[in-house]
Nanobody, 115 residues
Framework: QVRLAESGGGLVQSGGSLRLSCAAS????????SGWYRQAPGKERELVAT???????NYADAVKGRFTIARDWARNTVSLRMTDLKPEDTAVYYC?????????WGQGTQVTVSS
């Protein structure tokens, strides 16, 4: 069984920064094709950023230039550095990774940005 554990969420003022981290464990999982999604109240879950096995990253237009996804092979983690946060970034952020043919998801971490 694969387990993804997110951390780093919290309350921050508009313009502030946060760094989310996602640690993978179980079933010899290796974080390869991974990403971050978010879901705001009353809205569908949406893609924030992804990183491929060869390191190519991709971002939603709403976060380009403000968020950075990165992977640490040694720690088997994927992180999301978020800067210049806006109230519209408020959501539960979920980590996901594809391993052995299926997508695995974490439980999510709340990010709240106050104006």
């Amino acid at each position: 069984q694969v387990r993804l554990a997110e951390s780093g969420g919290g309350l921050v003022q508009s313009g502030g920064s946060l760094r989310l981290s996602c640690a993978a464990s179980g079933s010899s999982v290796s974080i390869t094709n991974s990403g971050w999604y978010r879901q705001a109240p009353g809205k569908e879950r949406e893609l924030v950023a992804t990183i491929s096995s060869d390191g190519r990253d991709n971002y939603a237009d709403a976060v380009k230039g403000r968020f950075t996804i990165a992977r640490d092979w040694a720690r088997n983690t994927v992180s999301l550095r978020m800067t210049d946060l806006k109230p519209e970034d408020t959501a539960v952020y979920y980590c996901t990774t594809r391993w052995k043919g299926r997508d695995w998801w974490g439980q999510g971490t709340q990010v709240t940005v106050s104006s």
